[in-house]
């Protein structure tokens, strides 16, 4: 299959090669002089000088200079030829860390259970084992055994698995591929930002097949999946929403109230009285995470929320002289351990109640994010809106919001087993077990330029010598 | 009556693939005149060239083709061999064989060869007949002038010396045939036979050329007039639209389209029709040759029409 670049210059050639037809058929040349004895008995025919004489050299040259001009105008337009693609195929995505701990006949068995089925309807099979390299690199293998001595630190992350998959599938001139994944679903495999990479990376679902700790032996202080979420004073369309989506959150929409197992509550701008609501439900075992203003009655009724407002500081006014609590300044957001986020994020207004962890500071070191139990629940505040623009197109923006609502929890143990949402944001359920490839093929195929530059100039040679002989 | 090309003994048979363009690869003059002539003598049982003078002159060994009403019956009772009775004509004509050698002649067309090529094969096949019959035969040209090659001859090795003043001739210059004939004429000391192989185009029309010819009969020659000519100048085959010249006046362009004007052909026509009249009916021969015919069926036909017409069946 051909494809061009710039199907521009196409077109661009086409209107090019015309010049020389139009030229052509615009020339008048006087016809071949001719010997003939009988030219007395010839009678004149003067409408002859006037018509275009056709000589077959001057057809080949029309030829050549046409030719040339499209071939010109396709060498510019950036022609590529890509191998139709047929066919389908099953690949087990191999961790190698995680094969290591098996053993080669344990995934030998596993990769077996897996192409099963692939194997009776006849497809054709391929296992792709990956690693980590010392140096940080994937390195991938069909040999699983020869893979597993590169194993070094760190250890691969499921990033690094989609991106060997996408490669490894896209080189191929197959039609479409369905993937087994064989992992240890671990902490480490989620990483910044994948669960906003992972559809882009692989937009179809991953059969993961567990090598072991699955989320059968989640510790106590392990991040729980959230179960649910419920957003309250956010737009329909907000990039909290997408980012909680990628954490494999499922949204409720919260007209028929807020269900009982709610796991995170998000409200942005609360008023007081509802400020008094999610405080009940926190007691009850809700995580609940405030953001943007909030009223400066809540500091006076509620020990329990890890935020207090200076009642001066909100009447407005120039931040540096309403005194010290002024929240003048913000900027990005620093976490432990992980990268600045947003550049210039506006804080709003008060300080950490006594009893609050501080979760997230700015960059000028005052607190951006403060956490505190409540009964059997949390209660979160993040003194910003969560609809930040400056925040909200970071990479590590859902992951941010991740830590906001594990905030009175312990960090996340990379050896612990991930969680069940991060399980189902990875390995997507909800997408087509198999792939189209032919769309994730970003690639230009085999590019045809520097033979139609060739071409061109070998044209450009005829057109040379058919003029000299022409005019010789 | 004339004879029409390709009638001959042999038209239609294996001498027809004796075109032109393969006499042109037999490269050697001699080697061509000799095919043609095996060509339409192996079949033909009279010479198209005997005279029918009453004077006895000698006798000569009988050659296949020859008349058998001259046989020497007599003789060929005493020595049992076969002689011909020759006779004072028969030994002693004189034929000039006059090959129009101007620049028209170069013209190629259609044909596989030009027309002085073609007229070099034809000259060649006349005099190897002409010699072996007892005739003398002498070789002129006229191209910008008329050149006298060879005098009238017949003696071992003049056919030689005949084929390679043909094969000298080049197409050049413009020459008129009228007095090409009356210089010939006047070289000849008694009555003999011209032969002229001449396109028959001159620039003062056909008017001097048919003065000549009646001056020549006036003295009691012979006269042949062989034209050759391709069929693109004669118009049977359609000429693209160029601007066309004259080889011997090649400053004078003419811009037409033969293929086109059907009255280009009629014209040509009518040209060597009055030609042929004017001939005929001054007592001369006409034939017409076209440089795409075989040699051996134009040739050969031609003779053979002529031998029947002079010597009628009794």
């Not at chain 1, 030829?81 to 047929?86: K, S």
């Not at chain 2, 050659?63 to 006779?87: A, E, I, K, M």
């Not at chain 2, 118009?235 to 086109?260: F, K, N, T």
Request: net charge negative.
């Amino acid at each position: 299959m051909i494809s061009a670049l710039y199907p521009g210059f196409l077109a661009a050639g086409v209107v090019f090669a015309a010049v020389p037809v139009v030229l052509h058929l615009l020339a008048r040349r006087p016809p071949d002089r001719r010997p003939l004895p009988t030219a007395r008995f010839l009678r004149r025919e003067e409408r002859t000088l006037l018509r275009p004489s056709r000589r077959p050299s001057d057809v080949l040259l029309l030829a050549v200079r046409v030719l040339f001009a499209l071939v010109l105008g396709a060498c510019f337009a950036g022609m590529a030829w890509t191998a139709d693609r047929a066919g389908t195929e099953r690949i087990v995505l191999v961790d190698a860390e995680a094969a290591a701990d098996l053993g080669m006949d344990a995934l030998a068995v596993i990769a077996r259970e897996a192409t099963a089925d692939a194997d009776r309807s006849g497809v054709a099979t391929r296992v792709i084992a990956y690693a980590a390299s010392e140096h940080g690199d994937i390195v991938t293998s069909a040999d699983l055994s020869e893979l597993v001595h590169a194993v070094g630190e760190p250890m691969a992350t499921a990033a690094d698995g989609l991106r060997v998959l996408r490669a490894a599938a896209t080189a191929t001139a197959l039609d479409s591929a369905e993937v087994v994944w064989v992992a240890r679903p671990t902490w480490h495999q989620w990483t910044e930002g994948v669960g906003l990479l992972r559809e882009a990376l692989w937009p179809g679902a991953l059969q993961l097949q567990s090598t072991g700790l699955g989320t059968a032996r989640v510790a106590p202080d392990a991040p729980r999946a959230p179960a649910s979420v419920e957003l309250l004073g956010f737009p329909e369309d907000t990039a909290l929403r997408r980012a909680l989506n990628a954490l494999g959150a499922r949204l409720l929409t919260g007209e028929a109230g807020t269900p009982a197992d709610t796991s995170w509550i998000f409200a942005e701008d609360p008023p007081a009285d509802m400020v008094g609501m999610l405080v009940e439900k926190a007691r009850a075992g809700t995580t609940v995470i405030l953001s943007g203003a909030l009223p400066p009655e809540v500091s006076a009724d509620g020990e329990e929320v890890p935020w207090e407002v200076d009642a001066d500081t909100r009447t407005g006014g120039d931040a540096e002289a309403q005194g010290p609590s002024g929240r003048a300044g913000g900027g990005a957001i620093l976490r432990l351990g992980a990268r600045p986020l947003g550049t210039a994020v506006q804080p709003e207004a008060g300080g950490p109640s006594r009893k609050a962890r501080v979760i997230a500071v700015f960059e000028d070191t005052r607190p951006a994010a403060a956490a505190r139990a409540a009964g059997a629940g949390c209660i979160v505040y993040f003194a910003a809106s969560l609809q930040d623009a400056q925040l909200t197109r970071e990479a590590g923006f859902p992951d941010f919001v991740g830590e906001l609502a594990r905030g009175c929890g312990s960090q996340a143990d990379p050896t612990l087993p991930l969680d069940r949402g991060g399980i189902w944001a990875l390995t997507r359920p909800d997408l087509p077990r198999r792939v189209g490839l032919a769309d994730l093929d970003t690639s230009q195929g085999m590019p045809l330029a520097p033979g139609l530059l060739l071409l061109a100039l070998a044209l450009l040679g005829a057109e040379v010598l058919l003029t000299r002989e022409r005019r010789g | 009556m004339n004879p029409t090309p390709g009638d001959g003994p042999h038209s239609g048979d294996a001498a027809e693939l004796l075109s032109p363009d393969v006499l042109e690869r037999l490269g050697d003059l001699d080697l061509i005149a000799r095919t043609i002539v095996r060509g339409f003598v192996s079949g033909a049982h009279r010479s198209p060239f005997l005279g029918s003078g009453d004077d006895f002159s000698r006798h000569r060994s009988y050659q296949q083709g020859d008349d058998v009403r001259r046989l020497d019956w007599r003789l060929y009772g005493r020595t049992d061999r076969l002689y011909v009775r020759l006779f004072q004509e028969d030994s002693n004509l004189q034929s000039f064989i006059v090959v129009d050698s101007s620049a028209s002649m170069g013209f190629v067309g259609d044909g596989p060869v030009s027309k002085l090529r073609y007229a070099q094969f034809v000259a060649a096949a006349l005099a190897h007949v002409m010699l072996r019959t007892g005739d003398a035969v002498g070789l002129a040209s006229f191209g910008s002038d008329t050149s006298f090659h060879l005098p009238p001859r017949n003696r071992p090795g003049h056919l030689h010396d005949v084929l390679l003043g043909l094969q000298r001739l080049r197409p050049l210059g413009s020459g008129s045939p009228a007095q090409a004939l009356d210089e010939v004429g006047s070289a000849l000391r008694r009555r003999g036979r011209v032969v002229l192989i001449s396109d028959c185009l001159a620039d003062e029309g056909i008017g001097p050329l048919l003065s000549a010819v009646s001056r020549l009969r006036a003295r009691r020659d012979e006269v042949i007039v062989l034209r050759v000519a391709s069929r693109l100048e004669l118009g049977e085959v359609a000429g693209e639209a160029a601007r066309y010249y004259d080889p011997e006046r090649p400053h004078r362009l003419i811009s037409a389209v033969p293929g086109a004007d059907p009255t280009f052909r009629e014209r040509v026509s009518a040209y060597y029709d009055e030609l042929r009249g004017g001939l005929e009916e001054g007592g001369a021969e006409y034939a017409p040759f076209t440089t795409d015919q075989p040699l051996v069926s134009a040739i050969g036909g031609w003779l053979m029409a002529r031998a029947r017409r002079e010597r009628p069946a009794p």
